[in-house]
């Protein structure tokens, strides 16, 4: 069976945001930001692209009077733009082409998700943003360019029922579920408060009421006394037994643990369940081509990096941020 992979829609930067470029320092041109091999990056292109991302996340792009927090996030920002160069060559490599009918098609199923299928009003949008259409066309091509690079790196990979069956026994304790009970308690010192919880509970007040007057236990208080699900064995024994001999929606007799008083209410019962080998083949295979494909991915990456040629201008290069206690931070240039 050929595994099925989910891909994302990727409409804005950050597609190859995977791990850090190393690169080394140089002597490039006054208005050369960082090369990619050969391929340059100018500075006016950082400029134009931190412009962009203002547009469209306003205050979270800081301004260049920010200081040292602005030039961090030039930095980054000239990283991202030799990453998606990095990609843009290697999709060239491997002939993969992105169409104006794919790009088409692509904005309208934008439009269809998030603008009731009209494209005007979501190029209107965008306008609003100071973006134009050819700035929406940009990131529409370099997404379906990054999915279709994926997309070759996915092929050929099958995983065999014998490996899914593998799989399936290593990780048996996601596909065989005991009982659960979701269950409310109110926790209390008082033997009296314990004793009126449970009289005002079966008689119908709201156990979250109950929990807010009577309970004195903060962290209770806190989640209105949710216990979330809880399996056999997991509470004290006093608890772990009256929960496992009560009945849906019943209220407890008040119960002691140590010093504490404890009324329980029983909110739902998930019955045991297991599902078979048989019943979680095609799921288990997309799992385990999907984490064949992440190292895949990494491998392929890492190649890209380590045998590309990168050059950074100094004012530019990633490997020269700032920390939030004003020391600078350098990593050995990788040659």
């Given at each position: 069976?050929?595994?099925?992979f989910?891909?994302?829609?990727?409409?804005?930067?950050?597609?190859?945001?995977?791990?850090?470029?190393?690169?080394?320092?140089?002597?490039?041109?006054?208005?050369?930001?960082?090369?990619?091999?050969?391929?340059?990056?100018?500075k006016?292109?950082v400029?134009a692209?931190?412009?962009?991302?203002?547009?469209?996340?306003?205050?979270?792009?800081?301004?260049?009077?920010?200081?040292?927090?602005?030039?961090?996030?030039?930095?980054?920002?000239?990283?991202?733009?030799?990453?998606?160069?990095?990609?843009?060559?290697?999709?060239?490599?491997?002939?993969?082409?992105?169409s104006?009918?794919?790009?088409?098609?692509?904005?309208?199923?934008?439009?269809?998700?998030?603008?009731?299928?009209?494209?005007?009003?979501?190029?209107?949008?965008?306008?609003?943003?100071?973006?134009?259409?050819?700035?929406?066309?940009?990131?529409?091509?370099?997404?379906?360019?990054?999915?279709?690079?994926?997309?070759?790196?996915?092929?050929?990979?099958?995983?065999?029922?014998e490996?899914?069956?593998?799989?399936?026994?290593?990780?048996?304790?996601?596909?065989?579920?005991?009982?659960?009970?979701?269950?409310?308690?109110?926790?209390?010192?008082?033997?009296?408060?314990?004793?009126?919880?449970?009289?005002?509970?079966?008689?119908?007040?709201?156990?979250?009421?109950?929990?807010?007057?009577?309970?004195?236990?903060?962290?209770?208080?806190?989640?209105?006394?949710?216990?979330?699900?809880?399996?056999?064995g997991?509470?004290?024994p006093?608890l772990?037994?009256?929960?496992?001999?009560m009945s849906?929606?019943?209220?407890?007799?008040?119960?002691?643990?140590?010093?504490?008083?404890?009324?329980l209410?029983?909110e739902?019962?998930?019955?045991?369940s297991?599902?078979?080998?048989?019943?979680?083949r095609?799921?288990?295979?997309?799992?385990?081509?999907?984490?064949?494909?992440?190292?895949?991915?990494?491998?392929?990456?890492?190649?890209?990096?380590?045998t590309?040629?990168?050059?950074?201008?100094?004012?530019?290069?990633?490997?020269?941020?700032?920390?939030?206690?004003?020391?600078?931070t350098?990593t050995?240039?990788?040659?």
């Open positions: 069976m050929r595994a099925r989910v891909a994302g829609l990727l409409v804005t930067v950050g597609l190859m945001g995977i791990m850090g470029v190393l690169a080394g320092c140089g002597g490039l041109a006054d208005d050369t930001a960082a090369t990619v091999n050969g391929t340059v990056i100018k006016d292109d400029t692209r931190i412009s962009q991302l203002r547009k469209v996340y306003g205050a979270m792009v800081p301004e260049e009077s920010e200081g040292d927090i602005y030039d961090n996030f030039r930095r980054e920002t000239t990283d991202q733009l030799v990453r998606e160069e990095l990609e843009n060559q290697q999709t060239k490599d491997k002939n993969i082409t992105v104006q009918a794919e790009i088409d098609q692509r904005m309208q199923d934008v439009a269809d998700e998030s603008f009731l299928g009209d494209v005007s009003r979501m190029k209107q949008d965008y306008a609003a943003k100071g973006l134009s259409e050819e700035d929406m066309a940009g990131d529409v091509r370099r997404a379906i360019l990054h999915e279709k690079l994926m997309a070759s790196l996915q092929e050929g990979i099958e995983v065999s029922d490996d899914a069956l593998a799989f399936y026994e290593r990780n048996r304790l996601q596909y065989d579920q005991p009982e659960r009970r979701q269950v409310r308690q109110i926790v209390t010192d008082k033997e009296s408060a314990a004793l009126e919880a449970t009289s005002r509970a079966r008689a119908g007040e709201s156990f979250v009421t109950l929990v807010d007057e009577l309970s004195t236990d903060a962290d209770a208080q806190q989640k209105k006394g949710a216990l979330g699900l809880v399996t056999k997991q509470l004290a006093e772990d037994a009256a929960i496992w001999n849906f929606g019943q209220v407890s007799e008040p119960i002691k643990v140590g010093e504490q008083w404890y009324v209410s029983l739902n019962v998930i019955p045991a297991l599902q078979t080998f048989d019943q979680a095609d799921e288990i295979k997309i799992i385990y081509a999907n984490q064949i494909f992440a190292e895949r991915w990494r491998e392929f990456v890492e190649d890209v990096y380590d590309g040629d990168i050059e950074f201008s100094a004012d530019y290069d990633p490997a020269s941020k700032v920390d939030l206690g004003g020391e600078t350098e050995t240039p990788a040659n």
